[in-house]
């Protein structure tokens, strides 16, 4: 199992697109990106069954934001696109969730060690 590894945040203005990578097993498993604001609980943000690449996203993202994975499925990244002030969170990646679709924190075992996104207006 390889333990998750994030990189890619920063800041950025309102309008603007981020892409956040992450390691992942190259076996099939649920890779999931959640995001906590100060003050406010961790969150649920997309997940990934990388067996297939069948996805799953909040609907505070729908349609912004776009998970994917390499060929040899050994990295994921999170595409963000239109991002908004309300995005600004540390993010993170984790594995092993189940069920895939549910992004609930606490169905994932590994966790990275986050990466901060700031989106400015």
């Known amino acids: 199992q390889v333990q998750p590894v994030e990189s890619g945040g920063g800041s950025v203005l309102a309008g603007g697109s981020l892409r956040l990578s992450c390691a992942a097993s190259?076996?099939?498993?649920?890779m999931g990106w959640f995001r906590q604001a100060p003050g406010k609980e961790r969150e649920g943000v997309a997940s990934?069954?990388?067996?297939?690449?069948?996805?799953a996203y909040a609907d505070s993202v729908k349609g912004r934001f776009t998970f994917s994975q390499d060929n040899a499925r050994t990295t994921v990244y999170l595409w963000m696109n239109s991002l908004k002030p309300e995005d600004t969170a540390m993010y993170y990646c984790?594995?092993?969730?189940?069920?895939?679709?549910?992004?609930?924190?606490?169905?994932?075992?590994?966790w990275g060690q986050g990466t901060q996104v700031t989106v400015s207006s």
């Open positions: 190259p076996n099939n498993v649920c």
């Open positions: 990934i069954w990388t067996g297939d690449g069948t996805t």
């Open positions: 984790a594995s092993g969730g189940w069920p895939c679709s549910w992004l609930s924190p606490m169905r994932y075992a590994d």
